[in-house]
């Protein structure tokens, strides 16, 4: 998933093509039946994966109630939570961003619905678009029961309802722990917006979430630093 301008016109052929599916794969799937008001107005946190991080941090940046999204890896160990070593495959580590929300202003549904509608294809094993492998996974990494309740539900809500063209494979785990990636990668997609990987794979993503959750967008995005 990175290039350089060495491969600048290699890569607008070969993803070209991509744009279009990856606009047409977004969905405005329904809303979780059961996704019950917030308990208090603590910020709390969702580690998702799917994908690269770049495109999935750069969606949640633009929710609005989303206060920090951080790209990074969970699912392994501490010592092989470094990009050199999750990139090949066989780490258990998914590359993933923590979401921290207030549950007052964007509710843990909501947050799924966009995850399962704009941020990946959920029906994708293994890999999202050009990207291959474990580390691709389509994962919710759960922190406690109330978030696994509220995911496995809205899985098998969308599973009886055939919202999407095919099954979904997104595994729950349990979160064990959540390891920030390098500086290098956070904010990607912002401070590159022209990269030919962010235009033809990620962009349509957040036109996708302008356009398909207008009362959650918004212009300004939650930056790291």
């Known amino acids: 998933m990175r290039f350089t301008a ?15 599916d990856a ?8 809303a979780p039946v059961d996704d019950p ?25 633009r929710v609005k109630g989303v206060s920090r999204a951080v790209s990074g890896y969970a699912g392994g160990a501490k010592e092989t939570a470094r990009y050199e070593k999750v990139s ?8 993933s961003v923590e979401v921290t929300y207030d549950p007052k202003s964007v509710s ?18 293994n890999r999202q678009g050009p990207d291959a492998g474990a580390q691709y996974r389509s994962a919710i990494f759960v922190a406690n029961a109330d978030q696994e ?14 919202a999407l ?10 979160l064990k722990a959540f390891y920030p990636a390098e500086p290098y990668h956070q904010d990607y997609l912002v401070r590159h917006p022209a990269q030919p990987y962010i235009v033809y794979n990620d962009l349509p993503k957040i036109d996708d979430l302008k356009r398909l959750f207008p009362t959650l967008y918004r212009e300004s995005p939650a930056l790291t630093n």
């Open 165 to 174: 063209s095919a099954p979904i494979v997104t595994t729950l785990e349990p």
């Open 23 to 30: 606009a047409e794969r977004a969905v405005l799937l329904p």
């Open 6 to 20: 060495a491969v600048l016109v290699a890569a607008l052929i070969i993803f070209a093509p991509l744009r279009g």
């Open 88 to 95: 090949g495959g066989d780490t258990g580590h998914a590359e």
């Open 108 to 125: 843990l549904g909501e947050l799924l619905r966009v995850y399962f509608s704009v941020a990946h294809d959920p029906t994708q094993l």
């Open 149 to 162: 309740k509220t995911a496995r539900d809205y899985i098998a809500q969308l599973s009886k309802a055939k």
């Open 37 to 61: 008001p917030a308990a208090s107005s603590k910020e709390e946190k969702l580690v998702l994966a799917g994908g690269c991080f770049w495109g999935v941090q750069g969606v949640f940046q």
